[in-house]
């Protein structure tokens, strides 16, 4: 049975382990860290910097086994209405066994248990159509947006496919 509790500064290790290369990273964190490999300490001063604000909260998802996923919520609005789901990931040797699913579930139950969240969102690049179907799966919409969003990812231009999630 998967649970839901914060990040763990030893935790970083392990997450950063299931970035296999320099694309897989891209498609994580976009152009968040400078270079690969991320190095925990990295992960660490970045998370805290973020924490500092109050709209930051870094969970892991973990089983009787260990830790197998990670997620970061985020909240965009000051009124702490809207949060924004970033930095998912499952262990490598564990995607397509329902883990991610899992992971948003168990997130999104969060979510709206304890912040009173209004609203959901993500991004996720159009070159990552597993995460897509993920999200998808656990019941994130595709979202109408003014403009689309592109990223250069390793010297090409991305869509960032935007998603939301309202009960």
Known sequence: MLKLRPFKEQDAKDILSWIKDEEALRKWSLDVYESYPVK???MLNLYKSMESTGKFFPMTAFDEF???GHITLRFIDDNKQILRFGFVIVD???RGEGYGKELLR???DYSYRFFGTKKITLGV???NPSALFCY???GFKESKTDSEKYYSVLGQNRKCIELEYER
Do not use: T
């Open 40 to 42: 925990p300490k990295d």
């Open 66 to 68: 260990g830790i197998v």
């Open 92 to 94: 490598d040797k564990k």
């Open 106 to 108: 168990l997130a999104i």
């Open 125 to 127: 690049l159009e070159n």
């Open 136 to 138: 998808k799966a656990a």
